[in-house]
């Protein structure tokens, strides 16, 4: 198989009460255990694509033969996005929450105003974007950008397929399975608790090898 699903690095409880255990065992296990499932699916037989990373493969999609094209976007774009997704979390205050420091911290402050500024544009964006998809913080052409993608699109994919593009650095999973068993319909107090568990050393190592 080309894509495995990767063990979270930490216990599925770890990151209570900001995101409860049930959803992250359901979330990890069923939502990106079937992307991962269907990628393989949709791949299986071409060499030219199993060979390939899940980030080099969605972000080439007119290299995808036709026949499976939407399947990679979507469970492509699945498997990257909470592959990122587990990794930029971490238990609150072991790890999780408090502040950005260093150059990413700098590059916020100087293209938002404020980490507090930031954070209202990127939950803005996390609130407005309608149905399922993500909110992301991008790295466009040497700067940070704040945007959104539906479904399980992904800035890799680039503008013309998702209406963003640039490296992304952090992205939030505003899909309702990933808040819906303890906050049902209040996403934003979701977006408000998640700042909570965000793992900022891992963010500032992913903004350092996108630079
Ligand atoms: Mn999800």
């Known amino acids: 198989m080309a894509f495995q699903l990767p063990s979270l690095p930490y216990d599925f409880s770890a990151l209570e009460p900001v995101i409860d255990t049930q959803t992250m065992q359901i979330h990890h296990g069923k939502h990106h255990?079937?992307?991962?499932?269907?990628?393989?699916?949709?791949?299986?037989?071409?060499?030219?694509?199993?060979?390939?990373?899940?980030?080099?493969?969605?972000?080439?999609?007119?290299?995808?033969?036709?026949?499976?094209?939407?399947?990679?976007?979507?469970?492509?774009?699945?498997?990257?996005?909470?592959?990122?997704?587990?990794?930029?979390?971490?238990?609150?205050g072991k790890g999780g929450g408090g502040e950005p420091t260093g150059d990413l911290a700098a590059a916020i402050n100087s293209t938002f105003g404020s980490f507090a500024d930031f954070k209202t544009r990127f939950g803005e964006a996390a609130t407005k974007r309608f149905g399922s998809g993500w909110s992301w913080l991008v790295l466009k052409n040497g700067k940070l950008a704040i945007g959104s993608t539906a479904n399980q699109d992904n800035p890799l994919m680039g503008e013309a397929i998702c209406g963003l593009s640039g490296k992304p650095i952090m992205g939030l999973d505003v899909w309702e399975h990933a808040y819906y068993l303890k906050y049902q319909n209040r996403r934003p107090e979701y977006i408000t608790n998640w700042w909570e568990v965000v793992n900022w050393t891992k963010v500032a190592e992913i903004y350092q090898a996108a630079k």
């Not at 990628?39 to 972000?59: C, D, F, Q, R, W």
């Not at 080439?60 to 979507?74: F, K």
């Open 33 to 92: 255990g079937g992307y991962v499932t269907n990628l393989n699916n949709a791949i299986a037989g071409k060499p030219a694509l199993e060979t390939k990373s899940v980030e080099a493969l969605i972000g080439d999609l007119a290299s995808v033969p036709e026949d499976v094209r939407t399947a990679v976007r979507n469970n492509g774009g699945g498997h990257a996005n909470h592959s990122m997704f587990w990794q930029i979390m971490a238990p609150k």
